[in-house]
C-alpha cells in the first residue's frame, strides 16, 4: 500500500467554483472525519464504518463549518466514491455485495464501508485516529482547525515539534506541491523530473512556516528549486500578494551576474499551478511578502 499519508492527503477530489472561490470539495476528508468520529464514539469500529443517521449527522456538523459556495450537503457521494482510494469498499451489509451507486436515505441501515486491513492498522487506537484527524485537518482545513477540533469528542493535541517533522508529512506536502506546480520553479521554471529514480529537483516551500499554523493546504505552499528555496527562506526574494516576484534591494547587479539575475526575477510573475484551486492564498503571499528583506540593509 503507498504510504497512508500521502493517500490522505491526495485524496482523489473534484474542484467547483470559479476565480478566488475555486476549491477543492471537502466531502472526502469530511466523510473520512466523520468515520474517524464514529469509532471514537464507540458506535463504529475500525473495520466497518456503517451508513446511518448518526454518520449522515456526524458529516453534517462538519460541513457546517467548512463549507464554502456552491457546496452542498451530500454524505452519500463520498460514502460511494471514496471506494476509488482503495481502502474504503461500500457494500450491502446483509449480502457484502459492492454498492453500484451512491447510497439512498432509504438504505440507512442497510448498508456499510468495509475498511482495508491497511487502512484499520492505522487507525485502531484513539492516538493514532488523532494523527489521521491532525493530518487531515492540516492538509484540507486548516483555517477551520479550531471549529472541527471542538466537535471531536477526544481531544486532539497540536502536532509536537515530531511531528511537524514528521519525513512522511514532509514528503506527502513534497510531492502534492511538485505535481501541482508540474515540479517547476515558480522563480525560474527550472524542471528536472527523473521519474524512474523518483528523482525531483523541486522542494515544496511553505509560506507560512507549518510550525506556526500546522497548514498544509496547497495554498500555503510554493514550488521552487534549491537555488530559490534558500534565498526565499532569507527573505532576499518573495512572492507578492499581486503574484508577482519581489527582490530585497540589497543585491547589486554590479557585484555579480547572479545578483544580476536575481533583481531581475523583480515583477515577473509567478509560475503557477493550471488550477486556480491551489493558487497561493492572499494571506500567506502577504505573511511572506512582509518578511522580505528591507529595502535598504
Ligand atoms: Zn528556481
Redesign the pocket.
Known amino acids: 500500500m503507498q504510504n497512508f499519508t500521502d493517500i490522505l492527503y491526495n485524496l482523489k477530489v473534484d474542484c467547483i467554483g470559479s476565480g478566488p472561490e475555486r476549491h477543492e470539495r471537502p466531502h472526502k476528508p469530511l466523510m473520512l472525519l466523520a468515520a474517524l468520529e464514529m469509532i471514537d464514539l464507540g458506535v463504529a469500529d475500525c473495520a466497518a464504518i456503517p451508513w446511518n443517521q448518526e454518520l449522515l449527522s456526524l458529516f453534517t456538523e462538519r460541513f457546517e463549518v467548512v463549507k464554502q459556495r456552491n457546496d452542498s450537503d451530500t454524505p452519500e457521494n463520498p460514502f460511494f466514491y471514496l471506494r476509488s482510494e482503495g481502502f474504503w469498499n461500500p457494500v450491502l451489509q446483509a449480502s457484502a455485495a459492492p454498492l453500484s451507486d451512491r447510497p439512498r436515505r432509504k438504505d440507512l441501515g442497510n448498508v456499510t464501508a468495509l475498511l482495508s486491513k491497511a487502512i484499520q492498522q492505522h487507525i485502531n487506537t484513539a492516538n493514532k485516529r488523532a494523527e489521521v484527524r491532525e493530518l487531515l485537518i492540516s492538509r484540507y482545513f486548516p483555517e477551520h482547525r479550531q471549529a472541527l477540533l471542538a466537535l471531536a469528542s477526544l481531544p486532539t493535541p497540536l502536532p509536537s515539534a515530531a511531528q511537524a517533522h514528521k519525513p512522511a508529512r514532509g514528503a506527502a506536502f513534497k510531492r502534492k506541491i511538485a505535481e501541482l506546480y508540474d515540479d517547476c520553479?515558480a522563480?525560474?521554471g527550472?524542471r528536472i523530473k527523473i521519474p524512474k529514480l523518483n528523482v525531483s529537483f523541486i522542494d515544496a516551500a511553505h509560506l507560512i512556516p507549518f510550525a506556526d499554523e500546522f497548514n498544509d493546504h496547497p495554498s500555503n505552499g510554493i514550488a521552487?528549486?534549491k537555488?530559490?528555496h534558500w534565498i526565499m527562506d532569507r527573505g532576499l526574494i518573495s512572492p507578492g500578494p499581486d503574484l508577482t516576484w519581489h527582490v530585497s534591494h540589497a543585491f547589486d547587479a554590479r557585484r555579480s551576474p547572479a545578483e544580476s539575475e536575481l533583481l531581475a526575477l523583480q515583477g515577473k510573475d509567478l509560475l503557477l499551478p493550471k488550477d486556480e484551486a491551489f493558487y497561493p492564498s492572499q494571506r500567506a503571499l502577504e505573511y511572506r511578502f512582509e518578511k522580505l528583506v528591507a529595502y535598504h540593509v
Request: charged content about 0%; glycine content about 0%; some cysteine.
Open positions: 520553479c522563480a525560474c527550472m521552487l528549486c537555488h530559490h
